[in-house]
């Protein structure tokens, strides 16, 4: 039997968490892991995050975290390295999770489920909702065929994107949003009609009131040196963003949302990227 600890790690320890994580996947960790190091004490410091690991004598070989806004929890970076799955480990790990949210008095719970894990969410009781499916895109931008409109790249977040932000998610992420700002995001916008956030290659979260836009933006963030981003793949994404972008999908990197608890008064006609896995 696999003997283990849950508990939060200490602050020297986020690296090897961070390992856990892409290793569980298979990935190799990022080049700039210090850079990932940074967003996740900076998530801890603003109190927006919490995180879990498991350990044995030292071994980390699981990990989840926890993030609160308002009456909402998102929970996200959930892995358990291959040789340690299928003893339970994730889903003690998820079962503190959760009670650290009913701890925050969380209304409603949001994730974002791998193949691998939604069957484990399902019994705790999450509906899924949509695909959120990561794309690579293209090295030069396409013609939109209509008129530029002026695209502004700001370090601070004006209060119609706060407004805007909330209306789409359904909650207030402001201190999120200002804490992606002082890490080094961009906040790509035009004004009172859209906005993206572009950090390390990726574009995301996208919101936008119209599609041309959202057209606009993606477009600004491929001359930036956007090349990903995650698509949110529900019923209202217009089919019109795959005619005019060359997107290709990338290989096991896409997730189902799933909502647990109080419905969430979101409008997702006007989310067309989520920013993370983890937070949405």
């Not at 949210?101 to 719970?109: C, L, R, Y």
Request: aromatic share 10%; hydrophobic share 40%.
């Amino acid at each position: 039997m696999l003997k283990y600890t849950i508990r939060e790690p200490a602050d020297g320890e986020i690296s090897r968490c961070i390992n856990v994580l892409y290793s569980a996947f298979g990935r190799a960790p990022p080049e700039d892991i210090k850079e990932e190091e940074k967003n996740w004490k900076a998530l801890i410091k603003c109190e927006i995050g919490k995180f879990l690991l498991s350990e044995d004598k030292g071994k980390i070989f699981g990990i989840g975290g926890v993030f609160t806004f308002e009456k909402v929890s998102s929970f996200g970076y959930m892995a358990v390295l291959q040789e340690c799955r299928g003893r339970g480990v994730g889903t003690e790990i998820f079962r503190n999770l959760l009670e650290i949210a009913n701890k925050m008095n969380s209304e409603t719970m949001i994730l974002y489920a791998s193949q691998l894990g939604e069957p484990i969410y399902k019994k705790f009781g999450f509906n899924r909702r949509f695909y959120g499916v990561m794309y690579q895109l293209p090295i030069q931008p396409p013609e939109l065929g209509f008129a530029d409109k002026e695209i502004k790249i700001l370090n601070t977040v004006p209060d119609w994107v706060l407004v805007l932000d909330k209306k789409t998610m359904g909650f207030d992420r402001y201190n999120y949003l200002k804490m992606r700002i002082k890490l080094g995001a961009r906040i790509l916008t035009i004004e009172n009609e859209g906005y993206g956030l572009l950090a390390n290659k990726r574009l995301g979260p996208l919101i936008a009131t119209n599609l041309e836009a959202a057209l606009q933006i993606i477009n600004k963030s491929i001359t930036l040196g956007a090349d990903h981003m995650i698509i949110a793949r529900h019923k209202y994404l217009p089919k019109r963003i795959f005619e005019l972008f060359n997107l290709t999908e990338l290989e096991n990197r896409a997730s189902v949302k799933m909502i647990l608890g109080n419905e969430i008064n979101e409008k997702l006609d006007l989310l067309y990227a989520i920013g993370t896995f983890a937070k949405g």
